[in-house]
């Protein structure tokens, strides 16, 4: 006699329940366990603001390179160090944004 929340495991035929995601048995995978939809919206979150930093470091380093072409030795030295430190708070933020975005990420995956 089956009870409804019981199926058979496809590889051991043991009775599992049907809100298992592996077998106890044999420890076959019965379903994979899905992200929840503040879950998906973290990795999407995640995946988009690693996209926008590189497009935005991308960018700005390329366009400092154009405009710094026709300045004098001080000038080019100056848009130099500016370029620099820019890009180099850019890259703390996405360090720390990265960092906090992927422990969210973690913390909503699928159990």
Do not use: H
């Not at 939809?37 to 390329?62: D, E, P, R, S, Y």
């Not at 030295?77 to 990420?105: D, F, N, S």
């Amino acid at each position: 006699m089956s009870d409804i929340n019981l199926m058979n495991c496809p590889s051991c035929q043991k009775e599992v329940s049907k809100s298992a995601n592996n077998c106890p048995n044999c420890g076959e995978v019965l379903r994979k366990p899905k992200r929840g939809f503040f879950g998906k919206i973290v990795i999407w979150a995640f995946w988009g603001f690693n996209l926008l930093m590189v497009v935005w470091i991308w960018g700005g380093t390329q366009e400092a390179l154009e405009t710094s072409e026709g300045l004098s030795g001080a000038e080019a030295a100056g848009a130099a160090i500016g370029t620099g430190i820019g890009v180099t708070l850019l890259v703390l933020i996405w360090l720390i944004g990265a960092i906090l975005l992927g422990i969210m990420a973690l913390l909503t995956r699928a159990k």
